[in-house]
């Protein structure tokens, strides 16, 4: 019983991060139709700049994490601008952002590659606490805590303010929007803005728990799409949800069956699920007339 709940514990700070991410992909998806894989890069980048803020220059810590923050959503708005803007092909914008996520990690490795690993500043922890007899930490605990927040923001922000329900109408249908009077142009920047921030948030809040390096976000950028998937890519309550199974599942997986064969464990699975919801596990099925 003591190692399942650790399990559990560990799966849902995990999966925390990947529905994150999971959300970040699905603001950009809603946006414009395409995955962006240089969120995780972006994230890596955010960690550095916070990194950057808090112990080299010495600012409190809360300034250091707007500054990720905004470092997020810069990054973000300049893929978009640079990529989407100037190529039509979904296919070519895959490979742009791809390549931008190469720009990105030059970048990171030439400022910050000779001093690494380095040890990123502390998301503010709550108190310990004990389950079941099991110690539970604090700092999963925050993370946890973090991600709830953000959500119920996020979930306020679109479902009842009118910027939101701008947004959410240029995600479902860009023309019918702009009929309606919605700038959709600058939805869709808050979108990838938002992506980006988020991003910044899932880097910033898994640094502390191993070395901060240019490689960082780069193993969880797969988890993140796969939560995504998961959940179902039109449906930001199913990026979290994703996350959070697949986070969970992972942990059970790697300390009951095999730690080493986790990965393809929980993909065949997850190829499995797809089978029988190709939309996902939230994901509303499309019905197209002819």
């Known amino acids: 019983m003591h190692a399942f709940v650790g399990y559990l514990v560990s799966g849902l700070a995990n999966g925390s991060v990947y529905g994150l991410l999971a959300m970040a992909a699905i603001l950009v998806f809603k946006a414009s139709r395409t995955a962006n894989f240089a969120i995780g890069e972006t994230g890596t980048f955010s960690a550095f700049a916070l990194y950057g803020a808090v112990a080299l220059t010495r600012l409190p810590y809360w300034v250091g994490l707007l500054v990720a923050l905004v470092a997020g959503a810069v990054v973000a708005l300049a893929t978009e601008a640079i990529i989407t803007r100037n190529v039509r092909s979904a296919l070519l914008v ?18 910050w590659s000779k001093g690494e690993p380095y040890q990123e500043p502390s998301f503010p922890q709550l108190p310990d606490v004990t389950l079941g007899g099991v110690g ?3 700092q999963y605990l925050s993370i946890f805590a973090a991600v709830v927040v953000i959500c119920l923001l996020l979930y306020f922000l679109l479902e009842h303010t009118g910027f939101g329900l701008n947004v959410r109408a240029a995600a479902e249908d ?38 901060l390096n240019v490689s960082l976000m780069t193993p969880l950028l797969f988890n993140g799409y796969a939560a995504g998937i998961l959940g179902g890519l039109d449906r930001l309550p199913g990026g979290l949800v994703g996350g959070l199974g697949l986070g969970v599942a992972a942990s059970l997986i790697g300390g009951y069956l095999s730690s080493t064969a986790e990965d393809a464990i929980l993909f065949a699975v997850l190829i499995v699920l797809l089978s029988v919801r190709p939309n996902g596990l939230l994901g509303r099925r499309v019905v197209q007339k002819v």
């Open 136 to 138: 539970i930490s604090g």
């Open 94 to 111: 895959l490979i742009g952002t791809l390549g931008i996520s190469d720009v990105i990690t030059g970048i990171n490795t030439v400022l």
């Open 174 to 211: 860009r023309d019918l929007a702009a009929l309606a009077g919605v700038n959709v142009r600058r939805c869709v920047m808050v979108m990838w803005a938002a992506g980006g921030a988020l991003a910044a948030v899932a880097a910033v809040l898994v640094a502390p728990l191993s070395a």
